[in-house]
């Protein structure tokens, strides 16, 4: 789910900085259902960027994964989870994108 999408159009001295970020939130979330315990794997697709002009920071990971880039598999993270029959995890990240104001970055 996201959570919070924010804009930064900082100005500096009544001046637009060159760049613009873009900051995301956003909440997994797995439930188990049945009345018995259950392992299994959460994959979540993370940003990246393949130019250089445009920079993804991710940040504020409240349970860290037990790979990153799986399988050599560019933003591909994956959980390994246990949860208790009826219980819940939920998983929040964040991340912010970066790019040069005169860029049109299509998708965000």
């Known amino acids: 789910d996201l959570l919070e999408k924010k804009m930064d159009d900082t100005l500096i001295g009544g001046i637009q900085s060159p760049n613009r970020k873009i900051?995301?939130?956003?909440k997994l979330s797995a439930e188990?259902?049945?009345?018995?315990a259950i392992k299994f794997k959460l994959f979540e697709s993370m940003?990246?960027?393949a130019?250089?002009?445009i920079k993804v920071k991710i940040s504020d990971v409240s349970v860290q994964p037990a790979a990153k880039?799986?399988?050599?598999?560019?933003?591909?993270?994956l959980w390994e989870l246990?949860?208790?029959p009826k219980a819940?995890?939920?998983i929040y990240y964040s991340f912010v994108?970066?790019?040069?104001?005169?860029m049109n970055v299509g998708g965000l």
Do not use: A, H, I, M
Not at 32 to 36: A, E, H, I, L, V
Not at 97 to 102: K, L, M, N, S, T
């Open 69 to 77: 880039d799986w399988k050599d598999r560019k933003g591909v993270w």
């Open 97 to 102: 994108v970066e790019y040069p104001r005169d």
């Open 88 to 90: 819940k995890q939920e």
């Open 47 to 49: 940003p990246t960027s």
């Open 32 to 36: 188990n259902f049945t009345s018995k």
């Open 23 to 26: 900051q995301f939130k956003y």
């Open 51 to 53: 130019n250089d002009r």
């Open 82 to 84: 246990k949860l208790e």
